[in-house]
């Protein structure tokens, strides 16, 4: 049976379903391209991220490493923390959002967003992004994205930095970028990485001229439709809960369809500075430029950690040690 318009899905090209049977490996592989450091414990697989920082891999699999592994982690790569969603350490509040229900249209999302999804369908195409198309119109798409977010990064900002980000998704296995097209113009696209039985929605950028149009909402339908379809993947996950008061994003994530797999989002610091961030002095000061800068997300992500700072020095939590067991199989949420 044919599908109408509003229920139309993209394929993903062969090259981009081959995946290494190791969890985590793919989304390492593209994060290394990328300029990110990688490392490894017995445990799992960390990938840099800003201000030397390590982030977990796979997202979605909530783990405990040993305290001393990761502060050896730590020294030797000079890194300043690490965080992961965990089984039993305490943490802040986060987790992930997932899609695991098949099939997926437009009944599977909230009512108010499916006239949205029906005029991005008819206004752009949704296809995979060419090398040449990525690279050549992405750029503005990231930077109208980073100044609407009130945010700057300079991986996707500068030409250079976005050329070797450009060229790593189409070196990396399993990765692949989906745009909103009309006439060959890029609207707006996603970097989508297939890992382990899972399609990770990485990145997401649009152009701000368009959006009266909904391309963002062509984009999300129609990637999530796609891996709905695909018998080789067991969920879709639309990235971890953010650390920063992002509600229009999390309702947008919602009212896709995807639920919030719930996991305390757990940091270790390296030994030397976490003393230093559970001052308490020191977060005071913190707290009252917040309130006179509230709208500051660099402070409010100096908040957040110095938050994270005081909840890793609590101790485990043996009585939830199994709850990941929930997290992983999606049979249950850690509140």
Request: net charge positive; with cysteine.
């Given at each position: 049976?044919?599908?109408?318009?509003?229920?139309?899905?993209?394929?993903?090209?062969?090259?981009?379903?081959?995946?290494?049977?190791?969890?985590?490996?793919?989304?390492?592989?593209?994060?290394?391209?990328?300029?990110?450091?990688?490392?490894?414990?017995?445990?799992?697989?960390?990938?840099?991220?800003?201000?030397?920082?390590?982030?977990?891999?796979?997202?979605?699999?909530p783990r405990d490493p040993e305290s001393?592994?990761?502060?050896?982690?730590?020294?030797?790569?000079?890194?300043?923390?690490?965080?992961?969603?965990?089984?039993?350490?305490?943490?802040?509040?986060?987790?992930?959002?997932?899609?695991?229900?098949?099939?997926?249209?437009?009944?599977?999302?909230?009512?108010?967003?499916?006239?949205?999804?029906?005029?991005?369908?008819?206004?752009?195409?949704?296809?995979?992004?060419?090398?040449?198309?990525?690279?050549?119109?992405?750029?503005?798409?990231?930077?109208?994205?980073?100044?609407?977010?009130?945010?700057?990064?300079?991986?996707?900002?500068?030409?250079?930095?976005?050329?070797?980000?450009?060229?790593?998704?189409?070196?990396?296995?399993?990765?692949?970028?989906?745009?909103?097209?009309?006439?060959?113009?890029?609207?707006?696209?996603v970097i989508a990485c297939?890992?382990?039985?899972?399609?990770?929605?990485?990145?997401?950028?649009?152009?701000?001229?368009?959006?009266?149009?909904?391309?963002?909402?062509?984009?999300?339908?129609?990637?999530?439709?796609?891996?709905?379809?695909?018998?080789?993947?067991?969920?879709?996950?639309?990235?971890?809960?953010?650390?920063?008061?992002?509600?229009?994003?999390?309702?947008?994530?919602?009212?896709?369809?995807?639920?919030?797999?719930?996991?305390?989002?757990?940091?270790?610091?390296?030994?030397?500075?976490?003393?230093?961030?559970?001052?308490?002095?020191?977060?005071?000061?913190?707290?009252?430029?917040?309130?006179?800068?509230?709208?500051?997300?660099?402070?409010?992500?100096?908040?957040?950690?110095?938050?994270?700072?005081?909840?890793?020095?609590?101790?485990?939590?043996?009585?939830?040690?199994?709850?990941?067991?929930?997290?992983?199989?999606?049979?249950?949420?850690?509140?």
């Amino acid at each position: 049976m044919s599908k109408t318009t509003s229920e139309r899905s993209i394929e993903a090209p062969p090259e981009a379903r081959e995946t290494d049977p190791r969890p985590g490996q793919n989304i390492a592989e593209f994060m290394e391209r990328r300029g990110r450091r990688i490392v490894e414990t017995a445990e799992c697989l960390w990938h840099g991220v800003e201000s030397r920082f390590f982030l977990s891999l796979p997202y979605q699999v909530p783990r405990d490493p040993e305290s001393a592994e990761i502060s050896r982690l730590l020294v030797a790569e000079r890194g300043l923390g690490v965080r992961f969603l965990s089984r039993n350490r305490p943490g802040l509040a986060g987790g992930i959002y997932v899609w695991r229900r098949k099939p997926y249209g437009l009944d599977c999302i909230h009512q108010k967003l499916r006239s949205q999804v029906r005029r991005g369908l008819e206004k752009f195409t949704v296809r995979p992004v060419e090398q040449s198309e990525l690279l050549a119109q992405g750029l503005q798409l990231n930077r109208d994205t980073m100044t609407r977010q009130g945010r700057y990064d300079a991986e996707f900002g500068e030409p250079g930095n976005w050329e070797r980000l450009a060229s790593a998704v189409y070196q990396s296995r399993g990765v692949m970028a989906y745009g909103a097209f009309s006439e060959g113009r890029l609207a707006a696209y996603v970097i989508a990485c297939r890992d382990g039985g899972w399609l990770h929605i990485l990145h997401q950028m649009s152009r701000t001229e368009d959006l009266p149009q909904n391309p963002n909402h062509a984009v999300t339908f129609s990637v999530t439709a796609m891996a709905a379809e695909d018998s080789t993947l067991e969920a879709a996950s639309y990235g971890l809960v953010s650390l920063l008061s992002v509600d229009g994003l999390h309702m947008y994530k919602v009212r896709f369809g995807y639920e919030v797999v719930e996991s305390a989002s757990a940091f270790q610091f390296h030994p030397a500075l976490a003393p230093v961030l559970r001052n308490g002095v020191l977060r005071g000061a913190v707290g009252l430029l917040r309130r006179i800068r509230p709208q500051d997300q660099r402070l409010e992500k100096v908040e957040t950690v110095l938050e994270a700072a005081r909840l890793s020095a609590r101790p485990v939590r043996p009585d939830v040690a199994d709850a990941g067991a929930l997290l992983e199989k999606g049979t249950g949420r850690l509140t």
